[in-house]
């Protein structure tokens, strides 16, 4: 299944479950990030709303019932009441929000974002997608750039039925889990730069090869999750680029990206501090420069206290006000790691004119012709931000999210789970 945030299919999605809203008799509104919120009036409309909902846009794999479970199920929660001629107290709202995985824009629970007030409504309009295409214009474009302001009301309680998203809950025979809270997330970007040259003259011990680096790197991560160090460590590398990208030519760049997760903040930062460990040491054992760039971090987020078994009723309006700030993104923009300084560079292209330990003279490395050539430090007066820009941008969002807003069905009763 793919039907990215404001699409085509998502816009053709989107008008469909509208539809079904309109048809189970609710009021249907829709915000200026597109958002969209069906209300059932309650018989007191003074009192915060009993929000329910989730996404319908899909990662370009995603399964059918990610996020429209949530959606669906709350409609299908509507129709029933109807059909039983429940009145409720307060108002129940169904939601939907807009580039909830973030794929195509590249911050996700964007619309979530928004609406808490985690990123502005103007940043949120200006995001891009890969064609260049802003937010704001496939709001237009779509139909879905609605008059209501973006920032809702916080409601009374808020309900999110989500399918599992991994193997637990089915594995152990239980069909219904319940999130805890939120694992902390990581997000780095890293660039390596070795040396492109000639697939079948360049010996082994001569190159620079990124592509190598990046292979290390994957395999690394997979050993911190199973060493154990790292509690319940999930790392992932999920996207890998190489350049120039030809098959007779060893790689000069490697972007990777490295995703993180574990339920608990120090041993996710202790997982960080070696991962950047390990990229220094493999800087300077293949002789290349590599750029470790922070795209988002959150720390672990527990759910309301409220939302355990253990707790008769629903949260309280006072229980939402007090548990509902979670810790503040962590949206420090961090220092890149800029391994192998360019010292460090200059002295082992130096050693390469020294003898050989072996007592061989190593020839002088091959270079690709129409190389553009290293910047090695700044230009005088110009600050190390502008030797920056020279590099592929790095777009670096916290990762938002509304917290205690949420409460996927989890895979892992009994541990912290990501939504998306
Ligand atoms: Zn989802």
Known sequence: M????????????????????????????????GNVYAT??????????????????????????????????????????????????????????????????GTDMLGSAVTAGRITLDDAHALTDDDGHTVADELVRTGFDGPAHHRRPIPHAYIECHIEQGPILAGAGVEVGLVTGVQSISWQRLTVRGEAAHAGTTPIEYRHDAGLIAAEVIVKLRRMCDSG?????????????FGPGQTNVIPDTATLTIELRNPVDQQMSAAEEHLADVVRDLTARH???????????????????????????PPTTSDWTTHRPCPVPDTTPRKSLRSAPPHDLRRRREQRNQPH?????????????????????????????????????????????????RAHVSSDSSATQSSG
Request: some cysteine; overall charge positive; glycine content about 10%.
């Open 229 to 241: 160090t790292y509690g319940a460590l999930r790392a992932t590398v999920g996207k890998i680029t």
């Open 40 to 105: 059932r009036p309650g018989t007191d409309r003074t009192l915060p709303c009993v929000l329910m909902g989730s996404h319908i846009d899909t990662v370009p794999t995603g399964g059918a019932f990610d996020g429209t479970l949530g959606v669906l199920g709350a409609i299908e929660v509507v129709r029933t009441l109807n059909e039983n001629h429940v009145t409720t107290l307060r108002d129940i709202e169904v939601g939907f929000f807009t580039e909830e995985e973030g794929v195509r824009f």
């Open 2 to 33: 793919k039907r990215l945030a404001l699409s085509d299919e998502d816009a053709e999605a989107r008008r469909l479950v509208i539809s079904w809203m309109t048809k189970a008799g609710m009021e249907v509104r829709i915000d200026q990030i």
């Open 357 to 405: 330990p072996q007592g061989v003279l190593k020839p002088p490395r091959l270079r690709q012709r129409n190389r553009p050539p290293r910047q090695r430090n700044p230009p005088a007066g110009q600050s190390s931000r502008h030797l920056s820009e020279s590099r592929p941008r790095v777009l670096c969002f916290p990762n938002y999210q509304i917290r205690g807003l």
């Open 287 to 313: 002789g290349v420069q590599t750029t470790l760039d922070r795209m988002a971090k959150r720390p672990l987020c527990r759910s309301t206290n409220r939302c355990k078994s253990s707790s008769p009723g």
